[in-house]
């Protein structure tokens, strides 16, 4: 059995926080972002956070090892945005599996070297696989709504370099997250098995879900429950939601789905929602009394932060789940 499963039964396994809110304190100038490799790059790159793997390793090391102290289980690598089509809007998409690569390996180092600490605890990385700039199943152009900017198969090829990328870097996990619609999701899914099948990999994957308002759906429309009954043919490690809202506002949509599968349930919601200036002011204390209530009606088997959330809010977050049984799962 594969150890991620084995933890998952043993105990709630703890994901970490924001990568780009930690990134932000390093107050990075369009010179940290070039580095040398693209020091005559000839558009600007500042605000590429997935390139700094690329070009300040250091930085994205160190907020991984952060999270770990902290009390994290599994980090995420910084590839949210690390596909062609995403890359496609600073012109790099040439390194693409360079970018994948490099982030991969800093997260397994940092990681390899918290479980060599104690191994009584091993510690994972989830290749982090974003939803991309572009939806698959709705027109971007109110006047024709029969266009789409992309197609399933280019979004597949796409995802399918960026899991290869991942797998050769040494994930342990992918996780396809901050999922709006669940059309591109289904892409990175089949790309995914398709390197599996390729590859005779059993890597473990996750999926997360985003529902993006107060109607319960996510931006493409589906409930929570059609959401999970649209992907539960794949076998997952685990699904769940994470994005758009705060953790007391995903409860009702964990509640939806927790019933209805046997795979693990994953949470990562935002430090509160934001406020006028878009920043998050949801204090570790509050955010943690918010999940102890999923861990309470035993709602979940890995849960972290997303958006505003830092290393202070997961090690508030792992207080509240050590030695907690988890949530029964069948895998």
Same mark, same amino acid.
């Given at each position: 059995?594969?150890?991620?499963?084995?933890?998952?039964?043993?105990?709630?396994?703890?994901?970490?926080?924001?990568?780009?809110?930690?990134?932000?304190?390093?107050?990075?100038?369009?010179?940290?972002?070039?580095?040398?490799?693209?020091?005559?790059?000839?558009?600007?790159?500042?605000?590429?956070?997935?390139?700094?793997?690329?070009?300040?390793?250091?930085?994205?090391?160190?907020?991984?090892?952060?999270?770990?102290?902290?009390?994290?289980?599994?980090?995420?690598?910084?590839?949210?945005?690390?596909?062609?089509?995403?890359?496609?809007?600073?012109?790099?998409?040439?390194?693409?599996?360079?970018?994948?690569?490099?982030?991969?390996?800093?997260?397994?180092?940092?990681?390899?070297?918290?479980?060599?600490?104690?191994?009584?605890?091993?510690?994972?990385?989830?290749?982090?696989?974003?939803?991309?700039?572009?939806?698959?199943?709705?027109?971007?152009? &109110?006047?024709?709504?029969?266009?789409?900017?992309?197609?399933?198969?280019?979004?597949?090829?796409?995802?399918?370099?960026? &899991?290869?990328?991942?797998?050769?870097?040494?994930?342990?996990?992918?996780?396809?997250?901050?999922?709006?619609?669940?059309?591109?999701?289904?892409?990175?899914?089949?790309?995914?098995?398709?390197?599996?099948?390729?590859?005779?990999?059993?890597?473990?994957?996750?999926?997360?879900?985003?529902?993006?308002?107060?109607?319960?759906?996510?931006?493409?429309?589906?409930?929570?429950?059609?959401?999970?009954?649209?992907?539960?043919?794949?076998?997952?490690?685990?699904?769940?939601?994470? %994005?758009?809202?705060?953790?007391?506002?995903?409860?009702?949509?964990?509640?939806?789905?927790?019933?209805?599968?046997?795979?693990?349930?994953?949470?990562?919601?935002?430090?509160?929602?934001?406020?006028?200036?878009?920043?998050?002011?949801?204090?570790?204390?509050?955010?943690?009394?918010?999940?102890?209530?999923?861990?309470?009606?035993?709602? &979940?088997?890995?849960?972290?932060? %997303? %958006?505003?959330?830092?290393?202070?809010?997961?090690?508030?977050?792992?207080?509240?789940?050590?030695?907690?049984?988890?949530?029964? &799962?069948?895998?």
């Amino acid at each position: 059995m594969n150890i991620i499963y084995k933890a998952l039964k043993e105990r709630i396994l703890v994901l970490d926080g924001a990568m780009g809110t930690m990134l932000q304190a390093y107050q990075f100038s369009e010179e940290d972002f070039r580095g040398d490799r693209f020091k005559d790059f000839h558009i600007p790159l500042k605000g590429n956070n997935d390139l700094l793997s690329i070009t300040q390793p250091h930085a994205i090391a160190e907020v991984h090892r952060k999270y770990f102290e902290a009390g994290a289980d599994i980090v995420e690598t910084n590839t949210f945005s690390g596909t062609t089509i995403a890359m496609a809007d600073y012109e790099l998409e040439d390194i693409v599996y360079d970018l994948n690569y490099a982030s991969a390996k800093i997260a397994k180092e940092v990681a390899q070297s918290f479980t060599d600490k104690e191994p009584h605890k091993p510690r994972f990385v989830a290749g982090s696989i974003g939803p991309t700039n572009k939806t698959a199943s709705m027109s971007p152009d &109110v006047n024709d709504p029969g266009y789409r900017a992309i197609s399933f198969d280019e979004l597949r090829v796409a995802y399918k370099q960026q &899991v290869e990328a991942l797998i050769d870097g040494g994930v342990d996990i992918l996780l396809v997250e901050t999922v709006f619609d669940t059309l591109n999701a289904k892409a990175a899914l089949f790309a995914i098995e398709e390197v599996k099948e390729e590859r005779e990999s059993d890597i473990p994957v996750m999926i997360s879900g985003t529902i993006t308002d107060a109607s319960g759906r996510t931006l493409s429309g589906q409930t929570a429950e059609a959401f999970l009954i649209s992907i539960q043919h794949i076998p997952l490690l685990s699904v769940g939601f994470n %994005c758009a809202l705060g953790a007391k506002q995903l409860q009702p949509h964990l509640e939806a789905i927790a019933s209805r599968t046997q795979a693990g349930i994953s949470a990562h919601p935002n430090a509160g929602l934001p406020n006028a200036f878009g920043e998050y002011d949801e204090t570790p204390e509050e955010m943690a009394v918010q999940i102890k209530s999923y861990v309470d009606k035993n709602l &979940v088997n890995i849960v972290g932060g %997303c %958006c505003g959330t830092t290393p202070a809010h997961i090690k508030a977050i792992a207080n509240i789940v050590e030695g907690v049984t988890p949530r029964s &799962v069948t895998i």
